[in-house]
């Protein structure tokens, strides 16, 4: 069994499993609480004497902390080494350039995409202009026209257009 309470905390629960003891012990309460308050402090007994919560161990809770040794602090800074901290180091500066190229590929892509939209944009009007000039200047003319002389101008701009095709 590994330790998963800290040493305030297996205090705490001792002190209380002994209150609750003496409580049980000498009767000052009645009833099924006798027992309730009995199990209840030797249960605190043992956790606070061994320092393993089974409950803890399933909700993986561990209160220990660290001890504050000064030989505990120069063992963690035995571990780490200079390379330990070189690779960090570069490893941080990789980081800078794969993000810097990224931003790079990112307004690359995003101009292209704007100069494509641009393009898309330009023979899309172009087609509109097309059609907008010839629908004006037939509609004008069919017009000024009586309705026999429309139906001749209308066959002929039919003709034409269907001969374009």
Same mark, same amino acid.
């Given at each position: 069994?590994?330790?998963?309470?800290?040493?305030?905390? =297996?205090?705490? =629960?001792?002190?209380?499993?002994?209150?609750?003891?003496?409580?049980?012990?000498?009767?000052? %309460?009645?009833?099924?609480?006798?027992?309730?308050?009995?199990?209840? *402090?030797?249960?605190?007994?043992?956790?606070?004497?061994?320092g393993?919560c089974?409950?803890?161990?399933?909700? =993986?809770?561990n209160?220990?902390? &660290?001890?504050?040794?000064? +030989?505990?602090?120069?063992?963690?800074?035995?571990?780490?080494?200079? +390379?330990? &901290?070189e +690779?960090?180091?570069?490893?941080?500066?990789?980081?800078?350039?794969?993000?810097?190229?990224?931003?790079?590929?990112?307004?690359?892509s995003?101009?292209?995409y704007?100069?494509?939209?641009?393009?898309?944009?330009?023979?899309? *009007?172009?087609?509109?202009?097309k059609?907008?000039?010839?629908?004006?200047?037939?509609?004008? %003319?069919?017009?000024?026209?009586?309705?026999?002389?429309?139906?001749?101008?209308?066959?002929?701009?039919?003709?034409?257009?269907?001969?374009?095709?």
């Open positions: 069994m590994c330790v998963n309470i800290g040493k305030y905390e =297996r205090l705490f =629960r001792i002190v209380i499993g002994l209150i609750l003891l003496i409580v049980s012990i000498a009767k000052l %309460v009645s009833g099924a609480w006798i027992w309730i308050t009995f199990l209840l *402090s030797v249960m605190l007994l043992l956790t606070g004497i061994f393993w089974g409950l803890y161990s399933l909700l =993986r809770i209160t220990c902390n &660290i001890e504050n040794d000064s +030989n505990s602090t120069h063992k963690a800074m035995d571990v780490v080494t200079k +390379n330990d &901290i +690779n960090a180091i570069k490893s941080d500066s990789d980081l800078k350039e794969v993000l810097a190229e990224e931003e790079k590929a990112s307004a690359l995003a101009s292209l704007e100069k494509k939209d641009n393009a898309v944009k330009k023979q899309n *009007s172009k087609k509109v202009v059609k907008t000039k010839k629908k004006p200047a037939v509609k004008k %003319v069919v017009k000024s026209l009586t309705t026999k002389a429309k139906k001749k101008v209308v066959k002929k701009t039919v003709k034409k257009v269907s001969k374009k095709k």
